[in-house]
C-alpha cells in the first residue's frame, strides 16, 4: 500500500523497491560479487528507505522555514511541550487510531523531526541543514540496511 505521497508503508512493498536498487547494483560490474550493503557503499549509493527518510526531514525543514508558499503546504504544528530533548522546532505529536491517517507525511514526520538536535535544525539554509543532517546520520544503519530504523528517536517508529 502506498500512501498519498507515495511512500510505501508495508515492510512487502518496501521490498520490493529495495529489490529494484539491488539488482540495478549488481549491473555494476566492478562489485558485482560484493554483498549488498558493500556495492551501497563502494557507488556512494543509500538505500531507498534512508533516501526517503532524509527527504523527508529536507521537506520539513523547508516547511518549518517557510520555503514554500504557506498556502500549498501542510500544516506542522509546533509543540507547546519544551523538554531537554529534540530541538526548538518541536512539532505536535498526534496520535491515530487507523492506518488511514497515521502514514501521511504530516503524521510520519514528527518523531523523526523531533529526534533532531538544535544544531541540525537551527540553521537557515537547506544546503547547511542537509550537511548537518548527514553527518548527525552518518553512522545510521538505515543508510545501507532497509530493514533497520533510525535510531535515536526515542521510540522505535513503524512509519517506515
Not at 538536535?117 to 544546503?127: K, Q, R, T
Amino acid at each position: 500500500m502506498l500512501t498519498l505521497s507515495g511512500t510505501p508503508t508495508r515492510k512487502k512493498d518496501i521490498e520490493t523497491i529495495e529489490k529494484v536498487q539491488k539488482r540495478a547494483s549488481t549491473l555494476v560490474i566492478s562489485v558485482r560479487k560484493s554483498t549488498y550493503k558493500d556495492r551501497l557503499i563502494e557507488l556512494n549509493l543509500h538505500t531507498l528507505k534512508y533516501s526517503r527518510i532524509r527527504g523527508d526531514m529536507i521537506q520539513v525543514f523547508k516547511i518549518i522555514k517557510q520555503k514554500y508558499d504557506s498556502f500549498a503546504v501542510p500544516e506542522l504544528l509546533p509543540s507547546n511541550y519544551n523538554s531537554t530533548r529534540g530541538n526548538i522546532y518541536k512539532l505536535l505529536n498526534h496520535s491515530f487510531y487507523s492506518n488511514l491517517r497515521k502514514f501521511y507525511f504530516t503524521a510520519r514526520v514528527v518523531n523523526i523531526w523531533n529526534s533532531l538536535p538544535d544544531y541540525v535544525v537551527a540553521v537557515d539554509c537547506v544546503n547547511t541543514f542537509e550537511t548537518r543532517l548527514d553527518k548527525y546520520w552518518k553512522d545510521q544503519d538505515v543508510m545501507y540496511d532497509w530493514t533497520s530504523e533510525i535510531t535515536g528517536t526515542g521510540d522505535r517508529l513503524s512509519t517506515y
